[in-house]
């Protein structure tokens, strides 16, 4: 039987590193839901504080992965909790900014301590120096992934 451990760790990377986020994902949601956190209602306010908010909601469905309609009853629903604030762009009044309220900053907190609670325990076999190397190869691939983005939107 040919073993996985055979193939060259280059060509083995993406495989692994797609079946890994999905776990990681997994792992992340489960924990977060014990907590009361889910996925719809974490995931844009943490995009917000880490990408920056007061920013169009079409940047937003763009960070999080979701159609627009999707988001706009999400937001609705962050709305409703206080968590956000929607404002009308002054450069186009028929779009909205999104920004996080006072009461979504703390929230980000909240969150922001369960994940770091959550990605300790994930990386717990790994020294500050195995994570670093990771991280930086991540930057890496972010580069390379932006700039294919970048070539496909100009043809």
């Known amino acids: 039987m040919y073993q996985m451990t055979q193939i060259p760790p280059r060509d083995r990377f ?4 797609v079946t890994q ?6 792992v992340i949601d489960h924990e977060l839901a014990k907590v009361g956190l889910t996925d719809a209602t974490w995931t844009p306010l943490v995009h917000l504080k880490e990408g920056g908010d007061d920013i169009s909601q079409t940047e937003l469905a763009m960070r999080v992965g979701l159609d627009g309609s999707s988001l706009v ?3 609705d629903l962050l709305e409703g909790k206080g968590f ?7 450069n186009d009044r028929r779009a909205r900014r999104i920004l996080l ?4 900053e703390a929230e980000v907190a ?3 301590a369960q994940l770091l609670r959550v990605e300790r325990m994930l ?16 930057e890496g691939i972010d580069r390379q992934t932006e700039a294919v983005l970048a070539q496909e939107q100009t043809k």
């Not at 993406?14 to 590193?17: E, H, N, P, V």
């Not at 986020?21 to 997994?26: E, G, I, K, P």
């Not at 956000?84 to 002054?90: F, L, N, Q, T």
């Open 14 to 17: 993406g495989f692994l590193f």
């Open 21 to 26: 986020a999905r776990r990681w994902r997994r």
């Open 73 to 75: 009853r999400l937001l």
């Open 84 to 90: 956000i604030e929607r404002r009308v762009d002054s």
């Open 101 to 104: 309220s006072p009461a979504g």
């Open 110 to 112: 909240r969150i922001r």
């Open 123 to 138: 990386l717990a076999d790994l020294d500050d120096a195995q994570i670093a190397a990771i991280v930086q190869g991540f």
